[in-house]
């Protein structure tokens, strides 16, 4: 369930309850569970609660995914209920260590521009676009929000234009401009009394949201499963019935590529690997009551992983290391024309 949906719908206190039960049984999807949890628990109004799974995950033995992310949305959250001083400490830390991923920055940005923090805002914006956006590199969508967040941080604070802003304008698809979707003037047209007005705020306001639905109706990637050599090592002495699917390695490399080339060539868009573990597929068989030697499980085991968001898009961005875990970009591994 989305972490979204109403109070009068679901029992947020109960969903985060439950999403950490379902945390200890599939360990490596805790962090996503985890935080799916979190947010539950922000929405239930138990921040507290909330910083204590943050806490949780940061301390966790293993290791984080994101560690970054956590700690954005723990500065965020506990800014809402009065840890000005320890949020503000945080977000300074996520500016100093300077994460590659997109998604810390826009929270901590969004933290900041939330409590009126504009010039602050604006400035974590600018330095994630200077990090994660060079000269010569196209904009992956992952960082559009750190362009739309600086544009609407520099329209409410009326700077003109930069050359990140006319770059946000251009990646935006909306009917709508970004100029008058940022435009202040909204938030007052809101509380106006003026009929005409408010009409007209709302057809923008249900012209955003139809943006918003498409975006979350996409379908989840068409994917093929991968396994790293280990993985596949112990898959295959455990499940050696598994051999027939798998006769090597390099074969199960090969194929991988083969098959989304065909897929690809076929007119099949939106296609993803996603990779597997031994002791998530093992925990996928018993959640389907189902040996784990049965080798019609294991495409309904990368469907599984590919609606969790565990798949990554094929082909790979030009410069980005290849999909089989080499230290070759793409175009000269498995991209290349002899692969």
Not at 10 to 35: F, K, Q, S
Not at 147 to 159: E, I, K, P, S, T
């Amino acid at each position: 369930m989305r972490p979204d949906t109403p109070a009068e719908i679901v029992d947020h206190t109960a969903e985060a309850a439950r999403l950490e039960r379902t945390a200890g049984l599939y360990p490596e999807d805790a962090e996503t569970l985890l935080l799916r949890a979190a947010a539950h628990l922000e929405l239930s109004g138990d921040r507290p609660a909330a910083t204590t799974l943050y806490d949780r995950l940061l301390s966790s033995a293993t290791g984080l995914d994101n560690a970054a992310l956590v700690r954005a949305l723990k500065a965020s959250n506990l800014w809402e209920y009065g840890h000005e001083a320890e949020a503000r400490a945080i977000i300074e830390g996520i500016r100093t260590t300077a994460p590659h991923d997109p998604a810390p920055w826009v929270i901590a940005a969004e933290a900041l521009e939330a409590h009126d923090e504009l010039e602050a805002a604006a400035e974590t914006f600018t330095e994630a676009a200077a990090l994660l956006l060079p000269d010569s590199t196209e904009p992956s969508p992952a960082t559009h929000p750190v362009l739309y967040g600086r544009h609407r941080v520099r329209r409410m604070l009326g700077l003109p234009h930069d050359d990140w802003d006319t770059l946000a304008d251009t990646l935006h698809t909306s009917p709508i401009t970004l100029d008058e979707l940022h435009d202040p003037k909204r938030v007052w047209s809101l509380g106006s009394d003026n009929p005409a007005e408010l009409e007209a705020e709302i057809s923008r306001l249900r012209a955003e949201l139809g943006a918003y639905r498409e975006a979350l109706s996409r379908p989840f990637p068409v994917a093929v499963l991968h396994w790293p050599a280990p993985e596949l090592s112990e898959l295959l002495s455990t499940y050696p019935t598994l051999t027939s699917e798998y006769p090597s390695h390099s074969d199960h490399l090969t194929t991988i590529e083969s098959s989304l080339r065909e897929l690809s060539a076929s007119g099949t868009p939106n296609l993803g690997i996603v990779t597997g573990t031994v002791p998530s597929y093992e925990a996928f068989a018993a959640s389907e009551a189902t040996s784990p030697d049965d080798p019609t499980l294991l495409p309904q085991y990368a469907t599984t992983l590919a609606s969790r968001g565990r798949a990554m898009a094929w082909p790979p961005e030009r410069g980005v290391g290849c999909w089989c875990g080499s230290t070759e970009g793409y175009e000269v591994c498995h991209g290349s024309p002899e692969a």
